[in-house]
């Protein structure tokens, strides 16, 4: 089966099914993977976990499709390993979801980067020893090289016994029987030996490979979360400057509310009023977002008592200071900073 034919079965759990169609009808944030779900800008995203291979999961639902080549009776014939679609909704909001980012791409580069360099250049050195006069091997050497990968594998955290990602047990297996340099009979034999070092080595790069993709994958979240960051604190400052006691509520509209109000000054104010109305409600996400809509319904209302002619309920319910105090309070609370990019 060539790489291209690989292809997993994916499954998520049938009490979680809910989960996968709600984060399906969310936002995808600047076209990302990350989505923004429901009214209150919450962010989820969805990632893939090795599932033991079954014939049926129990308990699980395919989400995906079956390979077309497949056999009608044996719809998985052509699947190699099983993967579970977990839904990961993160509690708090933006600068949550990035530190979420952080940490997937620390896992990445601390534990399956190193894992796989090491597998692959284990097998590499393998063939190099192997490749040459097979037979002059002493089985004292053969018995050094597995008891020396077996202790490669220790200093990477690779238990044989406990992996269930299925392209890693295969690999491990691999070069854990090589190293020995006998079939499946106990046989010395070169070319079987060669020829499962030459398949770690091959599924060992794919891996590799594959581990480049999702890191690619979280950068361009990571990325969609900086730049829906950097937008909305942009929007709500540009907002909060304006709302601010020596600025907008200090004009004359709503310094002398006992004058009339002259009618090119009117609209001005409704002008400004429904431009801050519409950037309060761009942020897309929590915490942002919540805090935007909060504080446009009172510039809406503003507008409503401005167009009323009613600005003395503007003063008196202080509604100036109660939109200034939401947007300034969400701000306040949410100044992380954050590097560039993990690259």
């Not at 579970?84 to 580069?109: F, Y």
């Not at 509520?249 to 429904?274: M, Y």
């Not at 319904?297 to 009323?308: A, K, R, S």
């Amino acid at each position: 089966m060539t790489p291209k034919e690989r292809t997993p079965a994916v499954f998520t759990r049938e009490k979680k099914l809910s989960l996968l169609e709600k984060f399906n009808r969310g936002y995808a944030l600047f076209g990302s993977d990350i989505h923004v779900v429901g009214s209150d800008g919450a962010l989820w995203y969805v990632s893939y976990h090795p599932l033991p291979k079954e014939d049926a999961p129990s308990g699980f639902v395919q989400v995906s499709r079956t390979h077309p080549q497949g056999d009608i009776y044996a719809p998985r014939s052509r699947t190699t390993e099983f993967r579970e679609l977990r839904v990961n909704q993160i509690k708090g909001g933006v600068e949550e979801a990035i530190h979420a980012m952080d940490h997937i791409w620390e896992t990445q580069l601390t534990r399956e980067t190193p894992q796989m360099k090491t597998l692959t250049g284990r097998a590499h050195e393998l063939l190099e020893m192997f490749s040459g006069e097979f037979n002059t091997i002493t089985p004292d050497q053969f018995i050094q090289a597995r008891k020396k990968t077996e202790h490669i594998l220790r200093d990477v955290h690779l238990n044989p016994a406990r992996i269930i990602n299925q392209e890693k047990q295969r690999i491990t297996a691999w070069l854990l029987k090589a190293s020995a340099g006998h079939d499946s009979l106990e046989r010395r034999n070169k070319l079987i030996t060669c020829m499962a070092l030459s398949a770690a080595f091959q599924h060992g790069i794919e891996q590799y490979s594959r581990i480049g993709i999702i890191q690619g994958k979280y950068v361009r979240m990571r990325e969609a979360l900086i730049f829906e960051r950097e937008f909305s604190r942009s929007m709500l400052t540009q907002v909060a400057d304006l709302l601010a006691p020596t600025r907008l509520p200090a004009s004359k509209l709503f310094r002398d509310i006992e004058r009339p109000a002259e009618r090119n000054q009117v609209s001005n104010i409704l002008g400004l009023l429904l431009t801050m109305a519409f950037q309060l409600q761009q942020p897309h996400a929590a915490p942002y977002m919540p805090a935007g809509r909060e504080a446009a319904e009172i510039i809406v209302e503003i507008t409503n008592l401005v167009c009323d002619n009613k600005r003395g309920e503007i003063l008196t319910n202080q509604l100036f200071f109660k939109a200034h105090a939401i947007i300034t309070k969400v701000l306040a609370d949410h100044q992380h900073v954050y590097p560039e990019s993990n690259g």
